[in-house]
């Protein structure tokens, strides 16, 4: 079965970064496109970035772009969110995704908080 694990989330100082990874099993990882999405509490759930299965093409959300970096690893079954100058905005549960089969997979979530 689709599964994906996220984790590097943490506690950082404004300007400070993380990387998230998202570990995926139960599908050719190299087939797919893979996604990365937040939830701020309060708010709904939505898109910082994606990346097509090859890894050729991306896209992220105005709020990150130029501090957000999505790769992926095929041979790690691994794909990655590198944050850079945090903001306290960007602070939310941060879920990777997958559309297999014409339905949504999600991640667990790793929790991402920017605050002094």
């Known amino acids: 079965q689709v599964q994906l694990v996220e984790s590097g989330g943490g506690l950082v100082q404004p300007g400070g970064s993380l990387r998230l990874s998202c570990t995926a099993s139960?599908?050719?990882?190299?087939?797919?496109?893979m996604s990365w999405y937040r939830q701020a509490p309060g708010k709904e759930r939505e898109l910082v970035a994606g990346?097509?299965?090859?890894?050729?093409?991306?896209n992220y959300a105005n709020s990150v772009k130029g501090r957000f970096t999505i790769s992926k690893d095929p041979a790690k079954n691994t794909v990655y969110l590198q944050m850079n100058s945090l903001k306290p905005e960007d602070t939310a549960v941060y879920y990777c995704?997958?559309?297999?089969?014409?339905?949504?997979?999600w991640g667990q979530g790793t929790q991402v908080t920017v605050s002094s």
């Open positions: 995704k997958v559309v297999y089969a014409r339905s949504d997979y």
């Open positions: 139960g599908f050719t990882f190299s087939r797919y496109a």
């Open positions: 990346i097509t299965n090859t890894g050729g093409l991306t």
